[in-house]
């Protein structure tokens, strides 16, 4: 078995309460904390944002019901199925040319990670359910929200939500994400997003934007049928990326029948993610 240890950014998404959202009123300390927390008024709107956010995709306590959340990806009409402990989030993907999994320190790609995105198991395992999962997995410790103000995207009206992360916080903290929410629904409609994982001096650009869609009602929550890249430029959607993820499928689940397939299969390749 091959192992090499791979610097990435990855956030550790095992809480089962609301933590991000810091409850210590403004200018109070914080219990566990000797440090006077004070929000800002973009903090403080931004919580209250994402809080209407997460309620509009069917609510935090919904999505804490459930141990797994498993479906069927179609990439360039090929299928990928995916499942996830949203517990500890574990994660095993299957498909006709790999298998890819995290076993909560390790990440790891059979029989190779030649046909994954990035061609890296650690950077892969979480990579579309991190997307599908918005807006809840910003429930996670460590996220900070700010409201953006207002933005108009190609005649559209949005209110933008910035979400960036602590310096602690993997190792690449510089990611930024941007949510485009409909101002009545509050649903989640695009993403604009920076990614640093493997060109750091690249965490500054904007530059593209994951448009939502063909939304459907599962098992109480809100899941996105569909989304796709295009290219973005100061509020103009441009040209598509040619990047489509369809999710067919969807199931939540109480608790997941088999766990060993979270485990290191016998000749992958691995990626250290935690020590």
């Not at 009409?77 to 890819?100: M, N």
């Not at 005649?155 to 979400?163: D, N, S």
Request: net charge negative.
């Amino acid at each position: 078995m091959k192992n090499r240890v791979l610097l990435m950014c990855v956030i550790l998404f095992t809480t089962n309460q609301f933590a991000c959202l810091d409850k210590t009123p403004v200018g109070e300390t914080n219990s566990t904390s000797s440090v006077v927390s004070v929000s800002s008024p973009e903090e403080e709107k931004g919580r209250g944002l994402l809080a209407n956010c997460l309620e509009a995709h069917g609510g935090l306590d919904q999505w804490q019901k459930f141990e797994g959340l498993e479906y069927t990806l179609i990439n360039n009409g090929k299928p990928v199925y995916q499942l996830t402990h949203l517990r500890d989030r574990r994660a095993y993907i299957r498909s006709e040319d790999f298998e890819v999994g995290f076993d909560g320190k390790v990440a790891w790609a059979y029989p190779d990670a030649n046909n994954i995105s990035g061609n890296s198991p650690a950077f892969y395992y979480n990579l579309d359910f991190y997307f599908v999962g918005m807006p809840f997995v910003l429930a996670d410790p460590g996220v900070r929200v700010a409201h953006q103000g207002s933005a108009e995207v190609d005649g559209k009206r949005f209110e933008v939500l910035q979400v960036t992360f602590g310096s602690d916080i993997g190792f690449t903290p510089d990611d930024i994400y941007l949510l485009y929410l409909d101002p009545e629904s509050f649903r989640l409609e695009i993403l604009v997003y920076s990614v640093s994982f493997f060109e750091t001096n690249q965490s500054g650009l904007l530059k593209t934007a994951k448009v939502y869609s063909d939304y459907t009602e599962v098992q109480g929550l809100l899941m996105p049928g569909k989304m796709e890249n295009f290219s973005y430029d100061e509020g103009v959607l441009g040209a598509s990326k040619g990047h489509t993820r369809l999710f067919k499928d969807i199931q939540f689940l109480t608790t997941i029948p088999n766990e060993d397939v979270f485990s290191i299969k016998d000749g992958a390749v691995t990626e250290i993610v935690y020590k």
